[in-house]
């Protein structure tokens, strides 16, 4: 079965630093995997899908990167804004096409 | 999201009352999900379907049911409310076909039993 797993589960920063977010999952027989931010009461929004044949997307200031033989991502935010405040999910499609999620990133970016 | 919307966006229900939550998508996709969200839980799959009258169960399914009769629309029925169906609830679409483009969720239902 597989297993995502997501740190830091959670993360408090200043304004402009650059960030890691990791995302591990234990079956790598992946055909792709996608990373989502969510904001407070609000649903899931695409940021970046990744296919098993490319190793890294960029979104403006994301650059998500995936290393499949590894099991791992990582999601690159370059000069963090307030903006950015919000928890950030990885999903890989199992059987079924049924994705498995990690519990998530919740990203606080203070002034 | 833009190609799927939930409804209600809220409600409030009593203790043993049916109630039917909507997912409407105007993609065509083929697969279409329903999810809970609970603090310190995640994001759990209640039922899932895979083409118009094709459903399966999730990891939460108990109390619950849906029904697909068109590619547009999925519901989802509490047959019986329960306090610990408060939750909010996504509805999430996605077609593995060319020009795959992940999973797209819509912006929820939350749902408060009393």
């Known amino acids: 079965k597989q297993e995502v797993t997501q740190i830091p589960a959670a993360l408090s920063v200043p304004e402009g630093e650059n960030l890691v977010l990791n995302c591990s999952f234990t079956d790598s027989a992946i055909y792709n995997l996608q990373w989502f931010r969510q904001d407070p009461g609000k649903g899931l929004t695409s940021l970046l899908l990744?296919?098993?044949?490319?190793r890294e997307q960029t979104s403006g200031r994301l650059n998500a990167s995936l290393d499949k033989s590894s099991g791992r991502s990582t999601l690159y935010i370059a000069a963090s804004q307030p903006g950015d405040s919000a928890t950030y999910l990885c999903a890989v499609p199992g059987g079924s096409y049924i994705p498995t999620f990690g519990r998530g990133t919740s990203l606080i970016v203070h002034p | 999201d833009a190609g799927i919307t939930q409804s209600p966006r809220h409600k409030v229900t009593e203790t043993g009352t049916p109630v039917t939550l909507r997912c409407h998508q105007t993609?065509?996709?083929?697969?279409m999900y329903w999810y809970r969200q609970d603090p310190g839980h995640g994001l759990r799959l209640i039922h899932y379907s895979y083409g118009v009258k094709d459903t399966d169960k999730g990891e939460v399914s108990d109390g619950y049911s849906v029904s697909r009769s068109k590619t547009e629309d999925f519901l989802l029925t509490l047959e019986s409310a329960t306090s610990s169906q408060t939750s909010v609830y996504f509805c999430?679409?996605?077609?593995?076909?060319?020009?795959?483009?992940?999973?797209?969720f819509g912006s929820g239902t939350r749902l408060t039993v009393v």
């Open positions: 999430a679409i996605s077609d593995p076909g060319p020009g795959y483009y992940g999973y797209t």
């Open positions: 993609e065509n996709h083929r697969y």
């Open positions: 990744i296919q098993s044949s490319q």
